[in-house]
């Protein structure tokens, strides 16, 4: 059976390579791209099972990318967690307007991504 593919999207080197090795660990394919642009791109081209989403990237933020992608027919069944340091209520709420799936705070658990993870692909 192919592995789940993963697309994180965020401009931290550092914690990309932390959630990309959680995610190999745990055998899904993790897929990277660096900038809001970069990360719309790729979904469209790789059609992942699941996108891991930053909300401050450069070329253009998560909300929308995640907006553009949830509006699209082909790609609005593609779960997506919000990724963020932003904590404000108002946030999550422009988060859940714009279609994501799941918001998960920075610093965070790898337990607690994993675990949402695997609930919104429902393998």
Do not use: W
């Not at 080197?13 to 990360?39: F, H, N, P, T």
């Amino acid at each position: 059976m192919a592995k789940k593919r993963i697309l994180i999207i965020d401009d931290e080197l550092e914690l990309i390579k932390a959630v990309q090795i959680r995610l190999q660990q745990a055998d899904y394919e993790a897929l990277v791209a660096y900038d809001g642009q970069e990360g719309l791109e790729k979904a469209k081209k790789e059609n992942p099972d699941l996108i891991i989403l930053d909300l401050m990237l450069s070329k253009m933020d998560g909300y929308k990318v995640c907006g553009l992608l949830k509006a699209d027919t082909r790609y609005h069944k593609i779960p997506i967690i919000m990724f963020t340091a932003r904590v404000q209520e108002s946030d999550k709420k422009m988060g859940r307007e714009m279609g994501a799936d799941a918001y998960i705070t920075k610093p965070f658990d790898h337990q607690i991504l994993l675990d949402k993870i695997k609930e919104l692909i429902q393998e």
